[in-house]
């Protein structure tokens, strides 16, 4: 089983940057996952997609509201992926989650095998 741990989340000020981590445990080859993504949900909101990145390729996917302000990247020797979040507005507030999948980068969370706990990103002055 895949695991997925966050990190990087806050409070931050309108304007501010923060850069979140997933952490993926296990061997990602073993677990044959292909792509990783990031998503979040706002309270009432539906969970929304933001980026992804496919494993082992130079595939990444981005969404076009963040675009020009978020990125994503990955660490291949850690198994991590990162958000680097600039110019963040107070609707960037929400829970950020982590995803898997065992096949390419998709938007659809439903098409995401495994998930994080998430990690709560709050932009407020």
């Known amino acids: 089983q895949v695991q997925l741990v966050e990190s990087g989340g806050g409070l931050v000020q309108p304007g501010g940057s923060l850069t979140l981590s997933c952490a993926a445990s296990?061997?990602?080859?073993?677990?044959?996952?292909?792509?990783m993504a990031w998503f979040r949900q706002a309270p009432g909101r539906e969970r929304e997609f933001l980026a992804a990145?496919?494993?082992?390729?130079?595939?990444?996917r981005l969404a076009d509201s963040v675009k020009g302000r978020f990125t994503i990247s990955r660490d291949d020797a850690k198994n991590t992926i990162y958000l680097q979040m600039y110019n963040l507005e107070p609707e960037d507030t929400a829970v950020y989650y982590c995803?898997?999948?065992?096949?390419?980068?998709?938007?659809?969370?439903?098409?995401?095998?495994?998930w994080g706990r998430g990690t709560q990103v709050s932009v407020s002055s």
């Open positions: 990145v496919a494993w082992g390729a130079p595939v990444t």
């Open positions: 995803a898997a999948r065992k096949r390419g980068a998709t938007t659809g969370p439903n098409e995401y095998d495994y």
């Open positions: 296990g061997t990602i080859f073993m677990h044959r996952i292909a792509a």
